[in-house]
């Protein structure tokens, strides 16, 4: 474990001296603790979805309408379906 050590401007000092007394956190490492966490899974939330995009690029554009698209993928799952 690591240990660290800061100081907070008031304008922050205060908020967080808030939200411990809510109740949430038992003190301000676990608050950090909670945050860091939470900025962690954004992050990778924000990766996936990057690489997804990159790969949805990757695969090319069409000239049609999104729309008629759509409609055709429709058609043929229930096509499919019988």
Do not use: N, Q
């Amino acid at each position: 474990m690591t240990d660290l050590s800061f100081s907070l401007p008031d304008e922050l000092a205060g908020p967080l001296k808030s939200r411990l007394a809510d109740g949430c956190y038992s003190d301000a490492g676990d608050y950090l603790r909670d945050l860091v966490r939470r900025d962690l899974a954004e992050a990778a939330d924000t990766a996936w979805v990057r690489e997804r995009i990159a790969e949805g690029e990757a695969s090319g554009y069409i000239d049609r309408d999104a729309r008629e698209v759509l409609k055709e993928i429709i058609a043929e799952r229930h096509a499919r379906r019988g």
